[in-house]
């Protein structure tokens, strides 16, 4: 595979914090990084990983919300509507601190709205809907894309299923979509997907 300096015009720094990250104090630091940062400040994509909570974008609908019951529940400022961030260890969140319309920021989304899941058991392909900010497969929904663009920037991004409990998502309408479910690289992936892996795929390294 190919080096993320390769994937997007340098300079992108790619940075990957371990354990779970709150997700409303790392909201806040996406929302200050982008309100402090120069021009001359490199872009970054953030890999983490959150505790449970259900995200409502400035799409999103009271009646796409089913059941919250212990999960928390935000109103945030991404775009998109409702969607479950996984309550474990093995859902990742790539988000997106890019300038916009930069060439890196076009060049990665792009390379999502086109790319297939390298995995083919169970006639497992992923696509990208059209008009629909959400990654499927047969199986069900895999991952969703919800961002906010402020001074010319980007922050927020991507949610991704690796093998993490899917039962929250009964609680919501994903995406804004009823009767969706949602499926996680585990029943797809052969050999299994490791957090490594997994990380190196989400930034094209």
Known sequence: MNNPAASLPPPVIVRHRDGLSDY???????????????????????????????????????????????IPVVQTDRGGRSRITAPDNWSFTCSWILRVPAVAFVTWYQRWKTRSLPWSNRGAYGHWPAGKHLVST??????????????????????????????PFSGIN???????????????????AS??????????S
């Open 195 to 204: 957090t490594p892996w997994v990380q190196r795929w989400l930034t094209f």
């Open 24 to 70: 409303v104090s790392t909201w806040k630091e996406m929302r200050d990084f982008t309100a402090q940062r120069g021009p001359e400040s490199p872009d970054e994509i953030w890999l983490l990983q959150h505790p449970p909570v259900y995200t409502q974008g400035l799409n999103g609908q009271a009646r796409h919300l089913l059941s919250a019951g212990q």
């Open 174 to 192: 994903s995406c804004g979509q009823p009767g969706l479910t949602a499926t996680s690289l585990k029943p797809l992936a052969h050999p299994p």
């Open 138 to 167: 047969s199986t069900g929904l895999l991952a969703s894309i919800g961002l906010r663009v402020r001074r010319g920037c980007t922050y927020h991004g991507l949610a991704l299923n690796v093998h993490n409990d899917l039962a």
